[in-house]
């Protein structure tokens, strides 16, 4: 018993009920950045601007991960909803990789780019419809 309390920790969670988050929700955004204070306000603003335009439609988790560095180019959005889809990759955009087009910054104007990105993923046209990509090898 002496060690059973000295290693486990027990604790007691009351389990709250949200029947408009039941009702509402429609995705969850993952925001996954560096522990530097920059990247942390910018997923603070991300968060923000997503819970003033979705409200909870759209539950947004910070996942700062501690060992990266800054030189690691870690900030990372993708929502997971009707598909999981990668939304801003810094890491992405500063490798040169060919199949990522978007920007390594994630200023005002790339925040409302994923807004958009967000209420399209989110809505019924989204979710009962196909999407269908072609490599630009097979375009060109």
């Not at 801003?88 to 807004?115: F, I, M």
Request: charged residues 40%; proline residues 1%.
């Amino acid at each position: 018993q002496e060690y059973r309390d000295f290693m486990v920790k027990e604790y007691k969670y009351d389990l709250v009920e949200d029947d408009e988050f039941k009702k509402e929700f429609r995705g969850h955004l993952i925001v996954a950045c560096t522990p530097m204070d920059e990247d942390v306000e910018v997923a603070e603003r991300i968060t923000k601007r997503m819970r003033e335009e979705f409200g909870k439609q759209v539950y947004v988790e910070t996942r700062v991960m501690a060992h990266a560095r800054e030189e690691d180019n870690v900030f990372e959005v993708w929502l997971e909803s009707y598909e999981i889809d990668l939304l801003h990759s810094k890491k992405r955009a500063t490798s040169n990789s060919e199949s990522w087009e978007g920007p390594a910054e994630c200023d005002d104007e790339q925040v409302e780019y994923l807004v958009d990105q967000v209420r399209y993923l989110i809505s019924d046209e989204a979710r009962y419809s196909y999407r269908f990509q072609l490599d630009k090898e097979m375009v060109a």
